[in-house]
């Protein structure tokens, strides 16, 4: 395939990605190839010489957020504040695309067997994620005498941040909520609260 075609090709594909992600995210749900090549005004076979499969096309699409968060990982590894808000408000900005794909994840663990090349290299991306940020945490936590492991950290604020993202999707709870940034707001600084600390007797036996 000659340089021309090679870049035509990633082109499409990553217009392919896109557009799948815009459905998803318009439908809130599932969609289908065929709708995807519909909006592409492409052949539904187009988006097989990219995409093997749905699934295939989904779990990339996984992948390509991932590494997006790297990318915030690698822009603000110097502040622990500056990084938890805008790994935070990624996620619960847009939070239906952070449900969803958490979601698709879940379901492509469970079921689908054909694509361990696929799930190593978002393991690998997530892997690189949070080492960039290792050592910021690791001296975060030291400096507060904190007990929390850095992944048991890091987990918490993706709970928080998680849930968060439930609740301001929810047609329900999106009726009685005031100030969606007052509330995106709170949700930040509880993920920055301080982890546990080291009391008077650990100090002494530790």
Same mark, same amino acid.
């Given at each position: ?17 896109? /557009? ?20 592409l ?31 915030i ?14 790994? /935070?408000?990624?996620? /619960? ?13 879940? !379901? ?31 001296d975060?936590?030291k400096?507060?005498?904190?007990? /929390?492991?850095? !992944? ?23 009726k ?5 940034? !007052? ?24």
């Amino acid at each position: 395939m000659s340089t021309v075609r090679q870049q035509n090709f990633l082109l499409r594909k990553e217009k392919i990605l896109a /557009m799948a992600e815009t459905l998803l995210l318009d439908n809130n749900q599932d969609i289908t190839l065929a709708e995807l090549a519909a909006e592409l005004d492409i052949a539904k076979g187009t988006i097989y010489k990219h995409f093997k499969s749905k699934n295939q096309l989904y779990l990339e699409l996984i992948i390509l957020n991932e590494k997006r968060l790297l990318e915030i990982s690698k822009n603000h590894n110097h502040d622990i504040k500056t990084y938890v808000s805008q790994y /935070m408000l990624y996620n /619960m900005l847009n939070s239906n695309r952070t449900i969803l794909l958490h979601v698709i994840e879940e !379901r492509l663990t469970n079921n689908e067997r054909k694509l361990k090349d696929l799930f190593e290299q978002l393991y690998q991306v997530r892997e690189a994620r949070i080492l960039e940020i290792r050592d910021l945490f690791a001296d975060h936590l030291k400096s507060l005498n904190s007990i /929390m492991s850095i !992944r048991d950290y890091l987990s918490y604020i993706w709970t928080v941040t998680y849930g968060a993202s439930l609740l301001l999707n929810s047609t329900h709870y999106q009726k009685s909520i005031g100030s969606r940034e !007052r509330l995106i707001k709170l949700y930040v600084n509880q993920a920055l609260m301080t982890p546990d600390k080291l009391t008077d007797a650990d100090h002494q036996t530790a």
